[in-house]
């Protein structure tokens, strides 16, 4: 099985950090266990998720959910500078109710099939003054600080909401690509609790297996079976992370043994598969 690299480790419910790399550098594709929000301020980047590529202007804000498979790739040795915000899955839930949710920019991303979202007036809006509010806020330690970071924090999410929701945000169309791989992509994610195999696959799109495994690959940077085993995995974390018990966690996200399922898990996750203790 390949092996993708989780970065990045949250131990708050969300952080936020203003990074400037003045080299070109090569990113390999990663994941994380949270959500990630990119704003864009300088470079000449394209952002690979899923398979899909977004050519970014400064300013725009990329979406990407828990367990999505990303890289930037860098064009020109020019400055990158962007501020990114991760939040943890556990504080978006707690803030979904029946007539709100601060998770809807990205449900409403994966219902647009696009992670990228622009706004022509980003630069001048309360949004983009907040970023600017909570970066100040960080390093306080007046009364209340920790509470005043929360408030802005969750202003900023209502503010992006409220954009997503009422379409002031436009989501990116894609750079055109393989046109038959995104369709494959598509299909494993809505398929992964199923019997799927390479032959399968090939045998449902009409394509041959060399060449699905050949631009599987060129398109998205890693084989299908290994991507299909870490949706796998990333899907049965999440089911034990709701208390589902292991045992029919590892049936219900797809795997045909639990032995396989826990060699599986605790070579990619460093631990064996376990309820967490509440």
């Given at each position: ?17 203003h ?6 550098q ?58 990114i ?16 949710d ?13 992670s ?35 408030v ?48 399968s ?31 796998r ?46």
């Amino acid at each position: 099985m390949q092996e993708y690299e989780k970065r990045g480790y949250l131990h708050q419910n969300y952080r936020i950090f203003h990074l400037t790399d003045q080299n070109r550098q090569e990113f390999s594709y990663h994941y994380h266990d949270f959500y990630k929000i990119l704003i864009l301020l300088k470079g000449t980047v394209s952002y690979c998720i899923e398979g899909k590529s977004y050519a970014l202007s400064p300013y725009d804000i990329v979406l990407v959910n828990a367990g999505e498979l990303h890289r930037p790739i860098l064009s020109g040795s020019g400055i990158y500078e962007r501020i990114i915000l991760y939040v943890s899955p556990d504080f978006l839930d707690s803030y979904r109710r029946e007539s709100y949710d601060l998770g809807l920019c990205f449900s409403k991303a994966r219902k647009e099939s696009s992670s990228v979202l622009r706004m022509p007036s980003l630069k001048s809006s309360r949004l983009y003054q907040l970023l600017g509010e909570l970066e100040s806020a960080l390093p306080s330690r007046e009364y209340a600080h920790e509470l005043y970071q929360d408030v802005l924090f969750l202003e900023f999410l209502i503010h992006l909401n409220r954009a997503a929701a009422q379409n002031t945000l436009q989501f990116l169309p894609t750079q055109a690509g393989n046109g038959k791989i995104l369709p494959v992509l598509s299909y494993l994610n809505g398929h992964l609790t199923e019997p799927l195999s390479v032959d399968s696959i090939a045998e449902t799109f009409f394509l041959s297996k060399p060449y699905l495994m050949h631009a599987f690959k060129k398109e998205t940077g890693y084989t299908l079976c290994g991507y299909l085993t870490l949706k796998r995995l990333l899907y049965g974390r999440e089911l034990i992370r709701q208390g589902v018990p292991v045992t029919e966690a590892c049936f219900q996200c797809g795997f045909g043994s639990y032995s396989a399922f826990s060699r599986a898990y605790k070579k990619q996750f460093g631990e064996a598969p376990a309820l967490q203790k509440k």
